[in-house]
C-alpha cells in the first residue's frame, strides 16, 4: 500500500509542503472512471423526472460526479451520499 508522500506546493513562498495521498492517486487513475460512468447512469437527472426535489438534488449530485470525475475517493462518497438521498 501506497503512504502520503510530501511534494512542493508552489503556490506559497518558501518551504512549504502539501501531502498528497498516493493510495487515492493510484487507485483514481485505475478505478474512477468504471466509477463515474456507473454514477452517472444510476443517479442521473432524467430518471427523476415527476419528482422535482430528488430531480434538483440528482441535477446537484451530477454536477459534483462531473467536477470530481478522476477522484475515486470523492467519486464514493458521492455515490454514498445520492444513495442516501435519492433512493
Known amino acids: 500500500e501506497a503512504q502520503g508522500r510530501f511534494s512542493k506546493d508552489k503556490s506559497e513562498k ?49 454536477a459534483q460526479i462531473g467536477q470530481n470525475r478522476y477522484d475515486i475517493k470523492k467519486l464514493r462518497e458521492l455515490a454514498e451520499v445520492a444513495k442516501r438521498k435519492l433512493e
Do not use: T
Not at 29 to 37: A, N, R, V, W
Open 14 to 62: 518558501g518551504n512549504s509542503f502539501k501531502e498528497i495521498d498516493l493510495d487515492n492517486v493510484i487507485d483514481s487513475s485505475f478505478k474512477s472512471k468504471e466509477l463515474y460512468e456507473q454514477l452517472v447512469r444510476q443517479y442521473h437527472p432524467d430518471r427523476y423526472v415527476g419528482d422535482d426535489a430528488k430531480m434538483a438534488m440528482a441535477q446537484e449530485i451530477a
